[in-house]
């Protein structure tokens, strides 16, 4: 990471004299909190309870490690900002949002630059209703790193807000063949598919999904509503099976753990 950065400074300044500009010169990254940034945005990515835990526990001590690393405290912004999402239908998201926000401020702060983080604050605007503004930082984040997935990722959840199915569909297509290894982008492609009525389509991307998180429950869910949709009753009705049989499973370990807590 040393030689990296040098090599990089060396580079920069050599443009500057070149090009008369003010050249950016990268900040160097302690290692271990760049290993454990890369694992943090691994289990984010996931997109499930436990993930989003050991997504935390990394970034934390991540940005512990090294407090000066802004793409640890974006990355933390990220986390809490989709925690939020998936947690708002049970509980208050106001104050993962909230730590959200200043984590994402507190990147800027550090890395006024950061490409990133256009695309969080453009989530932010998402997740309070604010589409409008979303799609700008978005497109502000896109047109500085095009083949950034999540930014394209999330220019799609706003393009279906705002009831542009079709233009949802190409940022979805596009975020899966920018990172092929997310499950996110091949199930958000495959939820957009199904509501187009495109369930062949869906399917194929339900499953590269499950082949790579086979307890991803909305891959599991958009697989058994493809399958439904093209008329395979029986294996639709078998996966409906599983997923009901999870869920069940999932609520009963909850109130064993709720119990042993209790005096």
Known sequence: FALQDEIAGRIAENLKLKLGGVARVAKPVT????????EGRHFWNRRSEEGFARAEVALQQAVRIDPQFARGHAALADLWAIRSWYESDSSDASPLLARAESAAHRALELDPDLVELHATFGLLRLLAGRAEEAQVQLEKCLALA???ATARNWHGDVMLMRGRLDLAIEDFR????????????????????LQARQPADALAYAERALALAPDSMQANIDRARALFDLGRTAE?????????????????QRIRVDSDGLD
């Open 174 to 193: 596009a975020a899966a063949g920018f990172d092929p290894l997310s499950p996110v982008m091949l199930f958000d492609c495959a939820r957009a598919l």
């Open 146 to 148: 095009p083949n950034y």
């Open 236 to 252: 639709a009705t078998t996966a409906v099976q599983a997923i009901s049989a999870r869920l069940d499973s999932a609520k009963a």
């Open 31 to 38: 290692p271990e909190a760049h290993r454990l940034y890369l």
